[in-house]
């Protein structure tokens, strides 16, 4: 938490040398609440630029701590009297920002793993591959800085994590600075809004304001950013209400307009590619009427070519990678093996009758498995949306009226985004994406509306403002009490054995194969300097899409260890050391490492190693083996509740047409049988040997349960040369 606070003050105060030092904007109290805005800007462009021109990271983070700390005590000695009330309001914003990491300070900033959502390793990978590999190399060998590497020009987050590792413990740790980046983006966020809402006249006083901040920023929405780790997207979202405010307040006809406008755009591109193109329509529809409301439009051409040059500047070392990028993405949409990116992120969105719950941000993404929402919560929020919309309109007639048109086009611009995307598109997760962009407008818009009404009404003068806290604070102190008490791993530090596993390994090379999926990105962090691939079952953060595998036939052969969570893998070797996640054992020639089943009916997971119910179809098994000879395959299997006559129940065991062979199956039984083997990637079918009896089957399972099957062996016992 300390280190936290201590990275508040000095993005408060070197943005403020940044700005006055350098004259960046006009001399005014007010432009102190960019200052931590302008430091990110800043820090993002030189890291980006510098990421891009190949730089080594780490020499590149080190000068840059040491430039910040030197602006941070310049700032400091620039303050004055004057300052203190702008200093105050940030100290408030940092305060409330920690509220929606509440979990993360409740099980410590660098101990809570975070949410479960795997996009958060993208950034984590992103940030560990620039740290640790100077020469920005892709590393064949280390699924983890393969994904790293995978996105040539997303690394505006990545390059900022590794940033803040400079001063985790050890130093260049980024899993444990996870906790301290998303605050800072939160308190980024609550800044921004706060200067755009103080610029704006639109509403009475600074109370107001900081009332339209608390609930733009401490939304669900926001909190759903977090659980779902869009690291990027929360880094963008600063980007409008700054430019809103900035556009509002400055007199747009310096030097220094042009650099600033040049730099937030150039921020825009390095931050989120794919939606820059939105960002930077929503900047200039802001400059554009904001210049026509100052009747300085004939400013406008001067101000946007001299901003775009100074962003295209900014961005010339990094084409080559842009371009990269845009191709990526352009295969990730038109490629055959995909959906849409995102599909089913926030699928209520399609259903009309839970529309209004997931307008106000009350489920999570992928509306998970152990999240609830009450009954008269969905009843409460289809009322509480009508009114919110008809408030919201009264602010909108309330900016036409004061000819804020550059708000109110902006505003039409992204509703209509919106609402094409989810009517006509049916994409679910472009809503999303489009209705965060736009949030603070929207709330922006029904602060203006109430602040409206409370002025012209004694009733609502309270109730309004306590209803719409309620709707916004209040569902959002609640989510944060169910996200604190949803179930999650272990502390970070359970994992840290796993660094035993890279010391053991050393030069020698390892085989990853891990039941319990959840764990496999946690694996292959703590082992990526090590020489490691992936078996079993699929992962998506690991599929061919980031990652490609290498010939695994080869690897395994010269493998030395095999880093498992299956218990009963071997019966003849010892796990070497065991940690929270997984076992390591050493492998010795002759050897045989199982790879996966793939069953019809999927596998079951309860207490215990996971076991698979034979039914329709074919069950594939396959494994990994480095000679030609026999091996004894050996497995638990008992009849199954859909089984007519569990006494005649058998197994026939094939391998294409080289092998076949009937096992029968009584009750608990353990199977074992000789089995011919190849050198590398084998694979044998088992189909089941019984008839269903409906009347056996569970009725509130339709799947055929015909024989039940787990703790899968392989034992080499002779060796052939091929």
Request: proline letters at 5%; hydrophobic letters at 45%; a positive charge.
């Amino acid at each position: 938490m300390v280190q936290l606070l201590i990275f508040y003050v000095i993005s408060c105060l070197a943005g403020k040398s940044l700005l006055f030092r350098f004259k960046l904007l006009e001399q005014k109290p007010r432009n102190n609440l960019l200052s931590p805005i302008a430091f990110c800007i800043f820090l993002t462009l030189v890291l980006c630029v510098g990421v891009s021109l190949h730089l080594p990271f780490k020499i590149l983070s080190c000068i840059l701590w040491v430039i910040s700390i030197i602006l941070a005590v310049d700032g400091l000695i620039n303050s004055n009297k004057r300052d203190l009330y702008y200093y105050f309001l940030l100290f408030i914003f940092a305060c409330s920002s920690s509220f929606l990491i509440f979990p993360y300070l409740v099980h410590g900033l660098t101990s809570y793993p975070g949410s479960p959502f795997s996009d958060k390793w993208l950034y984590i990978a992103k940030a560990q591959y620039l740290w640790d590999n100077p020469n920005h190399e892709t590393i064949a060998t280390s699924p983890f800085y393969q994904i790293g590497a995978f996105y040539p020009f997303r690394y505006a987050s990545g390059a900022l994590l590794a940033f803040f590792s400079t001063i985790a413990s050890p130093s260049g740790e980024v899993i444990s600075v996870v906790g301290h980046y998303l605050g800072w983006l939160v308190f980024l966020y609550f800044t921004s809004t706060f200067y755009f809402g103080l610029s704006s006249k639109m509403l009475t006083n600074s109370t107001w304001v900081l009332f339209y901040s608390a609930i733009t920023v401490i939304s669900c929405w926001t909190l759903n950013i977090i659980i779902a780790n869009n690291f990027d997207n929360l880094l963008a979202l600063q980007i409008l209400p700054t430019v809103a405010g900035y556009v509002a307040s400055s007199n747009l006809k310096d030097r220094k307009d042009y650099i600033f406008l040049g730099s937030i755009f150039s921020f825009c591109v390095y931050v989120y590619f794919e939606s820059s193109p939105i960002l930077l329509a929503g900047c200039i529809c802001l400059l554009f009427y904001a210049l026509r409301f100052k009747k300085q439009q004939k400013h406008f051409f001067k101000i946007f070519c001299t901003a775009t040059i100074i962003m295209l500047i900014f961005l010339l070392p990094a084409l080559a990678d842009m371009k990269h990028m845009l191709i990526i993405q352009l295969q990730t949409v038109t490629g055959d093996w995909s959906s849409r990116p995102g599909t089913g992120y926030f699928v209520n969105f399609l259903n009309p009758s839970l529309f209004s719950a997931t307008y106000l941000g009350l489920y999570p993404p992928l509306d998970s498995d152990h999240f609830i929402l009450p009954e008269f919560l969905g009843t409460f929020s289809n009322y509480a949306l009508i009114l919110l919309a008809g408030i919201l309109l009264v602010g909108f007639f309330k900016i036409l009226k004061y000819k804020n048109h550059s708000l109110a086009i902006l505003f039409v611009f992204l509703f209509t985004l919106q609402f094409f995307v989810l009517i006509f598109l049916k994409y679910d997760y472009g809503f999303y994406k489009f209705l965060i962009i736009s949030w603070w407008l929207c709330c922006f818009l029904v602060v203006v509306g109430t602040n409206f009404i409370c002025t012209r009404s004694y009733f609502f003068r309270y109730a309004l403002p306590v209803f719409v806290t309620v709707l916004f604070i209040g569902f959002t102190s609640w989510r944060i009490v169910v996200f604190q008490n949803l179930p999650f791993k272990d502390k970070v530090s359970s994992y840290l054995p796993l660094y035993s596993f890279s010391k053991q390994i050393g030069s020698g090379s390892a085989v990853i194969n891990l039941n319990k999926l959840d764990n496999l990105p946690w694996v292959s962090y703590f082992l990526r300097k090590n020489k490691t691939a992936l078996v079993g079952n699929d992962y998506f953060l690991f599929s061919e899409y980031f990652y490609k595998a290498i010939d695994k036939n080869y690897f395994f052969s010269k493998a030395d260890f095999v880093v498992s969570d299956y218990i009963d893998l071997f019966t003849d070797i010892q796990p070497s050391i065991c940690s929270q996640a997984a076992f390591l054992y050493p492998l010795h020639s002759p050897k045989i490492l199982f790879d996966k089943v793939v069953n019809p009916n999927g596998q079951e997971k309860l207490d215990g190693p996971p076991w698979y119910w034979l039914g329709n179809g074919t069950t594939m098994i396959s494994f990994y083996s480095d000679y030609t000879g026999f091996a004894v395959f050996r497995a638990k299997a008992e009849p199954g509740p859909s089984a007519t006559d569990p006494h005649s129940a058998s197994i026939l065991l094939s391998k294409r047409d080289t092998f076949s062979a009937t096992i029968p199956v009584h009750n608990k039984m353990l199977i074992s049988i000789t089995i011919p083997v190849e050198i590398g990637y084998n694979q044998f079918a088992l189909t089941p040997q019984a008839t269903q009896d409906g009347t056996k089957s569970n009725s509130n399972d339709t799947r055929q349960l015909l024989i039940g099957i787990s703790s899968f062996q392989f034992n080499p016992i002779a060796q052939v040369e091929p």
